[in-house]
């Protein structure tokens, strides 16, 4: 499959379980990213990760927890999260200069609908 | 950091009407703005960008302006068809880091 991936696309947890989102992109890009998407929200950065290295951390709850083992893969890690943390979340990629000094497109994957009951 | 807000929530045209969204930000450093669109069930897919060094850009239909000094950049949509209907998403990108910050997003009902 050609893009970016992401598994699984829905997730129905309990709140004390533990889960993983995953992301694959196929592009060759250097950079991914996290966003959470409410209803009625702005698209929220969660986390980025450039050249496997975590460079962004947008204050996000210690219950998430991303991993990024190369530079084609994405986790988010989730344990004891809570209601509100219903969201879909989506992944996305791009290809970026090292110091950040340029900005290109970003490509998204279909996202994860996730429900906490 | 950076904040974008975007205006209206919701624009209701009639079919080969134009449509207009206008969006602010925050910081003056900011030097990309894409605009996403994003169809019902749909990813977010860029449909045009621009950077701080050009005032305007035009791709068919689509055109984008932005107003460095006012802070301001705006979508617009010529002979608008049934297909335009998605929600729209501007955002800024910081200079000198990776977090793109996107607006509240418009939804955009097109009716034929």
């Known amino acids: 499959e050609t893009g970016v991936t992401q598994t699984p696309r829905h997730l129905v947890m309990g709140m004390t379980n533990k889960k993983s989102l995953k992301c694959e992109q196929h592009?060759?890009?250097?950079?991914m990213y996290w966003y959470k998407q409410s209803a009625k929200k702005p698209l929220e950065l969660m986390f980025v990760?450039?050249?496997?290295?975590?460079?962004e951390n947008n204050s996000v709850p210690s219950r998430f927890s991303p991993e990024c083992p190369n530079s084609s893969h994405l986790f988010l890690h989730l344990h004891t999260l809570q209601p509100e943390d219903s969201a879909l979340y989506l992944c996305?990629?791009?290809?970026?200069?090292?110091?950040?000094?340029?900005?290109?497109?970003?490509?998204f994957g279909p996202g994860t609908r996730l429900t906490v009951t | 950091g950076e904040n974008v807000e975007q205006h209206p929530s919701t624009l209701s045209v009639q079919e080969g009407d134009s449509a207009v969204i206008k969006c602010t930000y925050s910081?003056?450093?900011?030097?990309?703005f894409p605009w996403y669109k994003q169809e019902l069930g749909k990813r977010p897919q860029l449909i045009i960008d621009?950077?701080?060094?050009?005032g305007e850009k035009k791709d068919q239909r689509i055109a984008v302006t932005l107003n460095k000094t006012a802070k301001h950049f705006s979508l617009h949509i010529t002979e608008t068809q049934p297909e335009d209907s998605a929600v729209y998403f501007c955002?800024?990108?910081?200079?000198?880091?990776?977090?793109?910050?996107f607006g509240a997003g418009t939804r955009l009902f097109v009716k034929a």
């Open positions: 592009l060759g890009h250097n950079a």
């Open positions: 990760y450039n050249f496997k290295e975590q460079t």
């Open positions: 621009i950077r701080s060094n050009v």
């Open positions: 996305a990629s791009s290809q970026e200069a090292g110091d950040g000094s340029d900005a290109y497109e970003q490509y």
């Open positions: 910081d003056s450093a900011s030097n990309y």
């Open positions: 955002a800024a990108r910081e200079t000198g880091g990776f977090k793109t910050i």
